[in-house]
Structures are given as C-alpha cells and as structure tokens.
C-alpha cells in the first residue's frame, strides 16, 4: 500500500501554457474583486465546466487575516490533483471518479460527550455559522504542496454549538461507508472507514476550519463534499473528507493512516521539516503548479504557522510525538 504514497510519483514540474494562463486570470480576478463581499471568483466558468452542484451560490465573506499573501493554486491544479483513497490512488482518480458521488442530501451525527447530541442535516449544522474564505497553505505528506482559497468556518465556533463535557479531551472525525459509492472501500488498503482525530485545543483553535467550499464554489466531490476538515499546520491525510460523524471522545481516537502505518504517520503529524518519513526527506516541497526554478521550496515549521500553533505543543517532544 505504502507505494501509493510515493513521492517520486510526481507528475510534470513544467505547467502547461493553459496552466499558466489559468493561473494569471486568477490572480487579475482575485485583485479585482478583493473587497467584495459574497459572489467570488466563478471558477467553474473559467474553466467552461458546469458547476459542481445544483445548490443555492454560498455567500460568504473574504478573512484576509487568515489568510497567506501567496498567490493561489488554479481551480485545476485543486480539483484535479487529489489524495481520497475511496476513489483509487492515482491523483486522477478522484477527479475521475466522484463525479457522480451523491454529497447531497448529506447528514452528520454528532455524539459523544457533549451536552447535544444527534443526527444533522448539512442545512443544519450550516446554518448558523457565517462562511469565510481563507488562503491556506497546504501540505501533503507526500511533500507537494499548494494554496487554497478554503470556505468554511472555525471548527470551534460548531463544537461550542455541542457543548462538549469536560470529559472531551479528543474529537474524531469519520468519512462516510459506502462502498457502493467508493470503489476504494472494496480493498483493503485502508481499515475503513476513513478516521482522523484532534485534541480538543488542536480542534478548538482559530485555524481549524469546516470547510464546504473552494473558489467561492461549494466544494467538489473530489475535494471532500460536502463537508471537510482542515487543519494547515499539519500534513494533508488530517484533513478528513466527507465527514458523516463528528464524536467527541475521553481517549485518543485510533486514526486509519497511524493504524496502517504507525511508524509513518503519527497522531500528531505536525509539519515538521526536521523529522523525515522513514522513507523520505520531509526539508522541502514541490508547489503544485510552479516553474522550474520556484516549485522546490523550503518546508516550515508547523507549514508556516508556528506563530499561531507552536504553542500547543510547549514541552513535547515533537519527534517522539510526531
Ligand atoms: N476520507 C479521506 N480523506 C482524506 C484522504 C482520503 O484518502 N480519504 N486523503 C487525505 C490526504 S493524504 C490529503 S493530501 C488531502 C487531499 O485533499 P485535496 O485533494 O483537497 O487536496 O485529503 C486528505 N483527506
Ligand atoms: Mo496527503
């Protein structure tokens, strides 16, 4: 299985011209609707596509100061290159095979120790929350990376709305069991289905976002719809897609990449570019969808935001804990 997240499986470092194009009509359009509020970027009419689902536009607000300065990824490079393992494990894969996944009507059940308990609709759990669009920086475990124009809101501002007992010390996050749907689950290279998990504080931090967009577009199927985590101090396989269970636990949840590969991927999995993966060097990224000389770059601390996070982790040992 571990091929799978193989690096060196890259696919060309040279953008294609429409690429490149794609990537300077982004850029002129974010410039010229920066302080605009709700609508966005129609991305999937710049890439002549249909749009991804037959649900109202979302309206939501642009949060610059979550947000990096760094220019965003295109539409394409997001939505066509894509690790979720239900659908195969080629980087196509998802783009070609979650077309026709039904992300809607969608329910979550949230449970545990908290105060309110239950099965949601999305409307549901949506609708009191005002979306946001945040530039993030983003990083796999495989060592590419890119920035994405998330939509969402804080994962905390929803665990309040639950009320967690004082005995929630975890949250863990599970993807949707629908091995009709996802080709994926009928191997065996996953314990299925898909579990990610936070420490209360983790999930609780400003960071941590709910998302259900990208590009002002409610996310595509591809990407996680329709709702998923993300978490952009830490390496991408946190980031849990299709969330149908939210349960706030007493005890570290079990995660599925730690329980397939505990020496490769930690509970934690903070970006760290002093640990390796035991089978490569985790110094430097590829940057989906740069030239020659700018797509090797630096790896950060904490992906960039140690600033916001280092904190959490004062007096851990972070390569035992990584
Ligand atoms: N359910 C589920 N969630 C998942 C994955 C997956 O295989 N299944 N892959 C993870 C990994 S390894 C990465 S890098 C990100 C990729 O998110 P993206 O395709 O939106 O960039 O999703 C994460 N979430
Ligand atoms: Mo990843």
Redesign the pocket.
């Known amino acids: 299985m571990n091929r799978y997240h193989d690096p060196s499986i890259l696919p060309s470092e040279i953008p294609s011209e429409s690429e490149y194009f794609d990537r300077r009509r982004v850029l002129a359009a974010l410039a010229a609707s920066a302080a605009m509020i709700g609508g966005g970027i129609d991305a999937a009419a710049q890439t002549g596509r249909p749009a991804v689902q037959a649900r109202p536009a979302p309206r939501y607000t642009r949060n610059p100061k979550f947000s990096t300065n760094e220019p965003p990824n295109s539409w394409e490079d997001?939505t066509s290159y894509?690790?979720?393992?239900?659908f195969g494990f080629n980087k196509e894969d998802?783009y070609e095979r979650a077309q026709s996944f039904r992300s809607h009507p969608w329910n979550v059940e949230i449970d545990g120790e908290a105060e309110v308990r239950g099965r949601f609709t999305l409307e549901d759990i949506l609708k009191p929350h005002a979306l946001e669009e945040r530039i993030y920086r983003?990083r796999?475990?495989?060592a590419w990376s890119?920035i994405?124009p998330w939509m969402g809101f804080p994962l905390a501002d929803l665990i309040r709305r639950f009320k967690p007992t004082s005995r929630a010390k975890f949250v863990e996050f599970t993807?949707l069991l629908d091995p009709k749907q996802m080709p994926g689950q009928r191997t065996s290279v996953l314990d299925w289905p898909?579990r990610e998990g936070l420490r209360i504080d983790e999930a609780m931090n400003p960071l941590t976002m709910l998302v259900v967009g990208v590009y002002g577009k409610w996310l595509p199927n591809?990407?996680?719809a329709p709702l998923?985590l993300i978490v952009p101090w830490k390496?991408?396989?946190k980031?849990?897609?299709?969330i149908v269970r939210i349960r706030f636990t007493e005890r570290q949840p079990t995660t599925s990449w730690n329980l397939s590969a505990p020496d490769e991927y930690g509970f934690f999995a903070n970006v760290n570019p002093e640990v390796d993966h035991p089978r490569w060097s985790q110094a430097k990224e590829r940057r989906i969808g740069g030239n020659f000389l700018t797509s090797r770059i630096d790896t950060l601390p904490f992906n960039g935001y140690a600033a916001e996070v280092a904190s959490l982790y004062r007096g851990m040992d972070l390569r035992r804990f990584y």
């Open positions: 997001i894509n690790n979720f393992y239900e998802p983003f796999c475990v495989e890119r994405v993807t898909y591809q990407n996680g998923r390496y991408g396989f980031s849990i897609k299709s």
